[in-house]
């Protein structure tokens, strides 16, 4: 064996027994995302039957803000992470299950998201539309009934009608004739 592969040889055996004795010598078997000592997940189910309820979220500048709500009250707040003078402490927030973890009156409480239900309310048909008469077809709409006013405009209208209609007519026959047409 040359001195080279030698070499090679020893210090591949003795990382292989320095990474062992590494291993053997304690690698921490706790997870960093459990409680101190705690065998089960920061966040668990949810907790049945609580006083309170876990109404929703909202991001701001500051964070994440919490809606906590006492239906026996009726009456609630928003609250964030680690808030000292809330009613609630938000001890934390599990994105994934959507649930928070309050101290609530010395008692630490897992809420789900409560989601919003909705019911059959109370339906009010709306009255028909009245029926128009029928129509013969061709027949003309009736007409509306015009005051006194309306009734001047619709004249002067006509009239105004007629005279253009008259002024193209005797333009027309004029160019017919081959004569200018006057402006």
């Known amino acids: 064996m040359s001195p080279a592969a030698s070499l090679t040889a020893r210090l591949l055996l003795a990382s292989i027994l320095s ?4 291993l053997a010598a304690g690698v921490s ?31 701001d500048a500051e964070g994440l803000r919490f809606a906590i709500y006492e239906p026996t009250k009726q009456q609630g707040a928003w609250v964030r992470i ?12 599990d994105s994934a299950m959507q649930a928070v973890i309050v101290d609530y009156e010395g008692k630490r409480q897992t809420l789900g998201l409560k989601e919003a239900k909705f019911g059959a309310g109370n339906v009010i048909a709306a009255a028909p539309a009245p029926a128009a008469a029928p129509q013969q077809p061709g027949a003309r709409p009736p007409q509306r ?12 209208i006509r009239a105004e009608v007629a005279r253009r209609r008259a002024a193209r007519e005797a333009a027309a026959q004029q160019q017919q004739q081959g004569g200018q047409i006057p402006r």
């Open 19 to 22: 990474g062992g004795a590494l």
């Open 29 to 59: 078997t706790e997870s960093p995302f459990l409680p101190p000592g705690g065998s089960t997940p920061a966040t668990q189910k949810p907790t049945e039957s609580t006083p309170i309820e876990f109404r929703g979220l909202v991001a």
């Open 82 to 93: 680690g808030e000292k003078d809330a009613p609630y402490k938000i001890l934390s927030y």
């Open 145 to 156: 009934v015009t005051t006194g006013d309306d009734a001047k405009r619709l004249e002067a």
